[in-house]
């Protein structure tokens, strides 16, 4: 069964403040030129999206370079709404083998990585990192530790996807970027597959 964890992209869609909001504005009318076409404005970390190593790094990938392993991962949901904060000894608890992303369900709580568990994911070798949060870590911290320190090892960071109807557990995850040159970030289709 495949269930879209991808937030719907339109007017209303929350975006990190100071970001470009999205805006879909039609350019041709089928009624008028035989096809409908449309032009899209919209930042590279708007609704469900993924952070690429370039967003923090000038020498690291950009989402066009991003090795395919990246794309379609084993993916372990954490329902981590009853914590204050996901730290490495709650980390420790969840049973990480043959896992290569991990996602995080706060339900809407300001629940954030610290860097010691984002240097633990790192150990294990997680290879994308997801919150239903805009944000992965407290946006109060504006050196922003966890991004440098998973984007820095090349972890890729999902954000803003729609954990609602998901149920803690083991999933395949779909995550595909769009392939844009020299980009930090990309809106994405993101799927899991129970």
Do not use: W
Request: proline content about 3%; overall charge neutral; hydrophobic content about 40%.
């Amino acid at each position: 069964m495949l269930i879209d964890i991808t937030l719907t992209l339109n007017q209303k869609t929350k975006i990190y403040p100071g970001d470009p909001a999205f805006n879909i504005k039609k350019v041709y009318f089928a009624e008028k030129d035989g096809f409908n076409l449309s032009a899209l404005s919209l930042g590279t970390h708007t609704g469900t999206h993924i952070d690429a190593p370039m967003h923090f790094f000038n020498n690291k990938k950009g989402c066009a370079d991003l090795d395919l392993k990246y794309l379609i991962t084993n993916s372990l949901a954490a329902d981590v709404s009853g914590l204050k904060l996901i730290d490495e000894k709650f980390l420790l608890s969840l049973n990480l083998k043959n896992i290569n992303s991990v996602l995080f369900k706060t339900s809407g709580k300001n629940i954030y990585l610290t860097k010691s568990g984002a240097e633990y994911l790192i150990e294990k070798k997680i290879l994308i990192v997801g919150t239903d949060n805009m944000d992965i870590e407290d946006e109060a911290d504006n050196t922003f530790p966890v991004h440098k320190t998973l984007l820095f090892n090349n972890t890729i960071i999902l954000e803003n996807i729609d954990l609602s109807n998901i149920s803690a557990g083991k999933y395949k995850l779909y995550c595909f970027p769009l392939k844009i040159e020299n980009a930090d970030g990309s809106p994405v289709r993101a799927v899991l597959e129970k």
